[in-house]
C-alpha cells in the first residue's frame, strides 16, 4: 500500500510539473487558421481539387513559420512537407437511373431522397443492375468467434442484400457485441466488406438515426459525391458492384410490399437464429457510368527532430480534408467548409508544432501528421499505417485531434470509443492539473473508434487516441454543452453550415491543446512505452514487435 501511494504521489508530482511548464495557446491564431482554412476560398478542402494544394501551401506555411522541419517523403535525399497517397477516384457521371419494383410495379429513386448510391470503387467504370433480387441479411455479420453468421444459407451472387445498421444487440443494449457500444461489425464499410465476401452483386443500408447516430443529410452529403479508396490489387474483394443507403421509410415499404413486417424481422435479426430473408417478388435495377482515375493526393508531415532517440515517434494527427464542393442546401450553399470537421484539427497541429518548436527540444522525435481523404474512409492514415515514413514499431503513441470545440472550456474531455490503454492513463492523470475530468464516449453506439484516424493505427497495434473536447462546459454546464452539440450534429455536421462563426473564444480548444502538449511532451521525453490493456484485441499485434523496442 505504501508503494502505491508513493507511485501515485509520483505521477501526480509529474503531472503538476508537466502541466505548469505547459505553454499557452493563441486563441487569436486558432482562430485565424480556422477561420482561413473554412473560408470558401479553399472550396471544401476536397481532396485532389485544387484546393488541395491551397490547403497544403497554406499548412505547410503556418508550419514553417511556426519552427517545424519538413518531415514527408525522401526527395532528392532532404524531406519533404508531403507524403504521395495514390488514391482511386470515382465520379458518377450524370445521374442515375435507380428503380425499384414491387409486384412487378416498378417506381423510379430519387439519388439523395429515398436512395444513395456511391460511385463504384470495385474497378469497374460504371454499374449495370438489371432486376436483381433483393434479400434481407439482418445486420449482415460474419463473427465465428460470437458463433453469429447473418449468412448462413444464403447465396447472394446476382442479388443485393438490404442490411441494418449498427450492431444486433444496439437496442437492448447487452448481447455478445458489446451492448450500446458499436463494433466494427456495425460500422457500414464492415459490412459492404462482408457483402463483397459473400459475393453479393451489392449492398443497401438501411439509415436509422439513432443507431446510426447521425441524420439522412449526413448519409446523402457523404454518399453522392466523388468516392475514393485506396489502390487495390483486387479491389472486387472488398467492395460489391453496388454499394448505397435507404431510407428507413423505403425499407418499411419495402418489406410490406413482400408481405414481410419490418419491426418483427429486425427483432429476429437480432438473434443467432435470423437466416436471411429473401423480399419476394421485389428487384432493383440500378444504371449509371463513372468516371474513375488513379490520382495522387498528400499528406502533409511536420517533424521535430529527438535530440536523443530519433528514432523512436510520438505523432499527432488529423485529417486536412473535408467533403468540397457538394449538392447545394436550402439556402442555395454548395461549399462544405469543414470549419470545426476539420480545421480545429489542423490548426491544433500548427499550433502544438509552433509550441515543440519554440519549446525545449524533446528526446523523441515528434510529427504532426495532417492526411488527406479521411472524409472518404480514413485513406490518408491508412496508407502511412500501410507505408509508414517513421517505423511503427517505434512509434510511441498517436494522439488524433478531429472537430475539437471552438467554444469555452469544459470540465471534461473525453475520446473516441471506449479502449483501454496506457495513452488514455496519461490523459487522465495529465488531465487533473487542468481540473479536466475523464468521461467516456458518451456515444459508443455511434462506432466513433472507427470513424477517426487513430484507428488505422490502433488496428495495426499502435497505441493511439482521438481526443474529443468535453460537454460539461464550465459555462453551462452538461445542458450548455449537450445542445450545442445536438445543434452542430442536426444543422452543420457534414454539411456547408459547419462555417466558422465569430463569436468562437476558443478558449476551451486553447486549454485541450496545453492538455495534449503536456501528454505528448512527457511522452517525447521518456523511455516509455505505453501499451493496450491485456484483454484488448489489440495487444497481440503490439506485442509481436515488442523487440524492436526493446
Not at 519533404?80 to 470515382?90: D, E, M, N
Not at 457483402?195 to 439509415?207: D, E, K, S, T
Request: overall charge negative; glycine content about 10%; hydrophobic content about 40%.
Amino acid at each position: 500500500m505504501k508503494r502505491l501511494i508513493l507511485s501515485t504521489l509520483a505521477l501526480s508530482t509529474c503531472a503538476l510539473a508537466s502541466a505548469a511548464t505547459a505553454p499557452t495557446f493563441s486563441t487569436q491564431r486558432l482562430s485565424a487558421e480556422v477561420k482561413t482554412l473554412s473560408s470558401d476560398a479553399f472550396e471544401g478542402r476536397g481532396p485532389a481539387t485544387r484546393a488541395e494544394t491551397r490547403t497544403i501551401d497554406y499548412v505547410v506555411a503556418q508550419m514553417k513559420a511556426a519552427g517545424v522541419q519538413p518531415g514527408g517523403d525522401i526527395v532528392d535525399g532532404k524531406r519533404s512537407w508531403t507524403q504521395a497517397v495514390p488514391l482511386l477516384r470515382s465520379a458518377i457521371v450524370g445521374t442515375p437511373e435507380l428503380t425499384l419494383t414491387i409486384d412487378a410495379k416498378p417506381q423510379a429513386l430519387t439519388q439523395g431522397e429515398q436512395i444513395a448510391v456511391r460511385a463504384p470503387t470495385n474497378g469497374s467504370h460504371g454499374v449495370a443492375i438489371a432486376d436483381a433480387p433483393l434479400v434481407f441479411v439482418g445486420y449482415g455479420v460474419k463473427a465465428p468467434e460470437r458463433q453469429w453468421d447473418d449468412y448462413k444459407g444464403v447465396d447472394l451472387h446476382g442479388k443485393i442484400a438490404v442490411v441494418l445498421i449498427n450492431d444486433p444487440d444496439f437496442e437492448t443494449g447487452k448481447g455478445d457485441f458489446g451492448g450500446k457500444a458499436m463494433t466494427y461489425y456495425g460500422r457500414w464499410t464492415y459490412k459492404y466488406e462482408e457483402a463483397a465476401r459473400q459475393g453479393a452483386l451489392g449492398m443497401l443500408v438501411i439509415h436509422e438515426t439513432v443507431p446510426a447516430s447521425y441524420g439522412w443529410a449526413t448519409v446523402k452529403n457523404s454518399n453522392t459525391n466523388t468516392m475514393f479508396d485506396i489502390v487495390r490489387d483486387k479491389p472486387a474483394e472488398v467492395h460489391p458492384e453496388l454499394e448505397g443507403w435507404i431510407q428507413r421509410d423505403l425499407a418499411v415499404a419495402m418489406f410490406k410490399g413482400a408481405g414481410l413486417d419490418f419491426d418483427a424481422l429486425k427483432k429476429k435479426a437480432q438473434t443467432r437464429d435470423f437466416h436471411p430473408v429473401a423480399l419476394k417478388g421485389e428487384t432493383l435495377s440500378a444504371r449509371f457510368k463513372a468516371d474513375t482515375e488513379v490520382i495522387t493526393s498528400h499528406n502533409i508531415v511536420g517533424r521535430i527532430e529527438g535530440s536523443q532517440r530519433p528514432d523512436e515517434t510520438v505523432i499527432y494527427s488529423g485529417h486536412w480534408d473535408h467533403l468540397g464542393v457538394g449538392a447545394p442546401d436550402a439556402s442555395g450553399d454548395r461549399i462544405y467548409n469543414g470549419a470545426v470537421d476539420n480545421a480545429t484539427g489542423i490548426a491544433a497541429l500548427i499550433e502544438l508544432g509552433r509550441a515543440f518548436a519554440h519549446g525545449p527540444r524533446p528526446q523523441r522525435s515528434v510529427i504532426f501528421l495532417a492526411v488527406t481523404a479521411e472524409e472518404k474512409g480514413l485513406l490518408g492514415s491508412e496508407y502511412y499505417a500501410a507505408n509508414p515514413l517513421y517505423p511503427l514499431a517505434k512509434t510511441a503513441g498517436v494522439l488524433n485531434v478531429d472537430a475539437l470545440d471552438p467554444h469555452g472550456p469544459a470540465r471534461n474531455f473525453t475520446i473516441s470509443g471506449s479502449a483501454k490503454l496506457g495513452l488514455l492513463d496519461k490523459l487522465i492523470a495529465d488531465a487533473k492539473p487542468y481540473g479536466m475530468a475523464y468521461t467516456p464516449d458518451p456515444k459508443p453506439e455511434g462506432g466513433y473508434f472507427f470513424r477517426s484516424d487513430h484507428f488505422s493505427f490502433a488496428k495495426r497495434g499502435v497505441p493511439a487516441v482521438s481526443f474529443g473536447s468535453g460537454n460539461d462546459w464550465i459555462d453551462g454546464g452538461i445542458a450548455a454543452g449537450k445542445a450545442a452539440e445536438d445543434d452542430y450534429t442536426e444543422k452543420r455536421y457534414h454539411q456547408p453550415a459547419d462555417e466558422w462563426q465569430a463569436n468562437w473564444p476558443f478558449t476551451g480548444m486553447a486549454r485541450d491543446l496545453q492538455l495534449l502538449y503536456t501528454v505528448g511532451n512527457d511522452l517525447a521525453n521518456s523511455a516509455a512505452w505505453p501499451d493496450w490493456s491485456r484483454d484488448s484485441e489489440f495487444r497481440a499485434i503490439r506485442d509481436k514487435s515488442a523487440a524492436d523496442r526493446k
